[in-house]
């Protein structure tokens, strides 16, 4: 037998078995580093635009619940790489009734700041805008209300779809005096939100049916009542004539001249507690909402009807001999239940009150 017939069956079959899986994968690494690399479009812009945009708040007063508004003052300000770039020269505040816009002040400053690492000079720009804003007040749940007020900044000079605000979070912030006394202010938040104006308005370099889209910046605080001085006072009269209807039942209805003594009593409960009613609404301005003190009134209304027709009860009951157990009923029964029943009521709704603001 030769070496040839010795080799081919067992080492040649292995060998050219070897050498075909080399070809094979020398050919993918060769084929795969001749592929075309991967292009990104020119038209596809990388990188995005960038300012970092600030909010002051410098004063707010003249909340008007009827009118639905306030006054604010604000202090903007945006630092930006390249001059090219200026928010502030075209800016819309969405909840704005009637502004007035100061001139824009830019000057070129040393970047001293965590801003931009190594850009060796900013520009920063200065804007003051003072005057009329919407806000929907709601005194609903008077006076442990609670109103969350934003100033939503849009920029609408810069490229849409094309820039981006980095909020300032360091440096904006707060008037500590704007609730003078009578308001406490809290949760100051500013963030940037994504505007989505649903159309392009005809700009023929975005695609039909697509939304603008603009990078905005919204400052929001917290409000909420520091004294309760005034809902006391709004509510004296109510919880006042409540007390009162509820003294009727120590009247003894055996006398026939305190029948319609106790009545009459009511009537003029019920009388001062309207009243005291359309004060309140004249105060907290009218509203389809039922407030806390709508609910108030309601309550103390009811309840006086509800001693007035115990009175007639009581009445009836003298005329049928039962003089006695009609003053035993109104003292020991109806005064009891009358009096907690108003009390926990009135401490359920105002607990509502205080845990929904």
Partial sequence: ????????????????????????????????????????????????????????????????????????????????????????????????????????????????????????GLYWSDLGVTGSFFYPWSAQ???????????????????????????????????????????????????????????????PSLAVGRGSAISSISATLELRRARITSFLKMCTGVYAAAMISAMAFFMDPREPDLVSGRTGLCVGCLFAAIVNLQQAESTLGASEDVTLTDQIHIVAILFILISTVLAIVSYLRCERDQADRAQALDRRVYLPIFSASYVVINAVIIAYAILVG
């Fill in 141 to 203: 749940n008077f006076p442990f209300d609670r109103h969350r007020i934003s100033f939503d900044i849009v920029p609408r000079g810069v490229s849409q779809g094309k820039f981006l605000i980095s909020p300032d979070f360091q440096s904006s912030g707060f008037n500590p005096r704007i609730g003078r006394g009578d308001w406490l202010v809290s949760n100051f938040r500013v963030n940037e939100i994504p505007v989505d104006l649903g159309s392009n308005f005809g700009n």
């Fill in 1 to 120: 037998m030769s070496l040839r017939r010795l080799w081919m069956p067992g080492v040649g079959r292995g060998v050219v078995l070897f050498l075909g899986l080399l070809s094979l994968l020398a050919a993918l690494l060769l084929g795969r580093g001749l592929a075309a690399p991967a292009v990104v479009p020119a038209s596809v812009d990388t990188a995005l635009a960038t300012c970092r945009m600030g909010v002051f708040i410098e004063d707010m007063r003249d909340f008007n619940f009827s009118e639905k508004s306030l006054y604010a003052s604000l202090r903007l300000w945006s630092v930006c790489p390249t001059a090219v770039i200026k928010p502030l020269e075209d800016l819309e505040i969405t909840n704005a009734n009637e502004i007035t816009m100061g001139e824009v002040m830019t000057r070129y400053e040393s970047n001293n700041s965590r801003a931009f690492p190594g850009t060796k």
